[in-house]
């Protein structure tokens, strides 16, 4: 019975006496491959996530990008200490991501300017449709009359053009205008 009794309290002593839980912690998996990118640049696991827990994720980022712009000897110190003493960042990285972003800026407008010219474009192909049926939908008579009309309120480079071409003044007047 001793022994039973000294058996069974040998069984449950982590019921007893626990150990030291090792704590767990999740990362997302953004935060995962920024431990990563950290350890990559040989930064230690444990200070690597200790900066993730401590520290903004975006200044981070950035300092892994900016450490390419200093002449550290030991970029993971430098690193680490930029980060914690939130350093500026290089001038040159400085410059550099303004470059991109002015960059960036200046792709956008050119796309809106582009995005607006095919609208007004298509508009313009509109109204020129609609124009093309009223016309056919007159009487030849009625067409004549535009017609000459037309061709007295044109420049003379486009009369000369229309002569050339032999193309209904009308359209003409309206590809131009």
């Given at each position: ?79 680490v200490k930029a980060i ?94």
């Amino acid at each position: 019975m001793k022994r039973a009794k000294i058996k069974s309290i040998d069984d449950r002593t982590e019921e007893y006496l626990p150990g030291p839980k090792e704590e767990v912690i999740k990362y997302s998996k953004e935060k995962i491959d920024l431990i990563n990118q950290l350890v990559k640049i040989n930064v230690s696991k444990i200070t690597a996530e200790n900066l993730i827990k401590n520290n903004d994720q975006e200044l981070i980022k950035k300092w892994i990008e900016a450490i390419n712009y200093t002449n550290a000897d030991d970029k993971a110190a430098y690193l680490v200490k930029a980060i914690r003493e939130n350093w500026q960042f290089p001038e040159e990285y400085l410059r550099e991501r303004k470059e991109e972003e002015q960059k960036e800026e200046n792709e956008k407008v050119e796309y809106i300017k582009i995005k607006m010219q095919e609208e007004e474009n298509k508009k313009r192909q509109e109204e020129i449709k609609k124009i093309e049926q009223i016309y056919h939908s007159l009487n030849p008579s009625q067409q004549e009359e535009i017609r000459i009309e037309t061709e007295k309120r044109l420049p003379e480079f486009w009369k000369e053009k229309i002569i050339k071409e032999k193309v209904n003044p009308y359209l003409w007047m309206n590809l131009s205008g």
